[in-house]
């Protein structure tokens, strides 16, 4: 081994261990990784539930890195819970913002693209096997009132092996079944069957039956 990749293994090394400081397993095993401009912002009762490995930044695609040089950012207000289960991954530029007694859960082999972002206040869950592009946003909550009423906020569930394409928006109080691919630049406002194919805004379903690699 050079003395430069050698050089590389220790810095990487050392970033695991500040991050995974975060998380409630052992740091020895180092359940999160990640490059320098990585962050995790935990509030007071917060918890990083770690139970495999999570990967922060440097995640390119075939043709390249798409928010190079960006910050992944994860930050749980207080009493937030962060579940993930399995080798999750979170590209430069990705989000996961979990609001005072949120929960989020992310199943294995889970990644998202580049300046993806999740925002809960009360529960998102997301599945095994899903491929999430960049620029999605996928939020439970409005944040503001109309006309005084409650904001509405309500949980957002994503099944497995879904994908969501590039700009992609997940609102509030939303179902995506197993095996679905919601089209790029879609607004999800109600359900997604399984194994359908929807686009546009609202997105509605185009195609049944469908299957993707």
């Known amino acids: 081994m050079s003395a430069a990749a050698g050089t590389r293994q220790l810095r990487k090394a050392l970033v695991g261990l500040w991050l995974s400081r975060h998380a409630n397993e052992s740091t020895l095993r180092l359940p999160v990784v990640g490059n320098l401009r990585s962050r995790i912002v935990r509030g007071r009762g917060a918890q990083l539930e770690v139970h495999g490995r999570l990967y922060l930044g440097d995640a390119p695609t075939h043709v390249g890195y798409v928010a190079r040089g960006q910050a992944p950012l994860i930050e749980l207000r207080q ?3 962060l579940r ?3 080798r999750v991954r979170l590209g430069d530029g990705a989000k996961l913002l979990v609001g005072p ?3 989020v859960r992310i199943g294995d082999d889970t990644h998202f693209d580049g300046d993806s972002r999740v925002i809960s206040a009360v529960e998102v869950s997301i599945g095994n096997g899903c491929a999430i592009a960049w620029e999605v ?3 439970d909550t409005d944040f503001h009132r109309i006309d005084g009423r409650p904001s509405g906020d309500a949980a957002v ?3 497995d092996r ?3 394409g590039v700009g992609a928006k997940i609102l ?3 179902t995506v079944g197993d095996g679905a691919i919601v089209a790029a630049g879609s607004i999800v406002t109600r359900d997604v069957p399984a194994a359908t194919l929807v686009a546009g805004n609202p997105a509605r379903v185009i195609r049944e039956n469908v299957s993707w690699d």
């Open 157 to 159: 569930s994503i099944g």
């Open 79 to 81: 009493g937030a819970r």
């Open 162 to 164: 879904v994908w969501i």
């Open 137 to 139: 946003l996928i939020m």
């Open 101 to 103: 007694g949120a929960c």
């Open 172 to 174: 509030k109080g939303v």
């Open 84 to 86: 993930i289960d399995g």
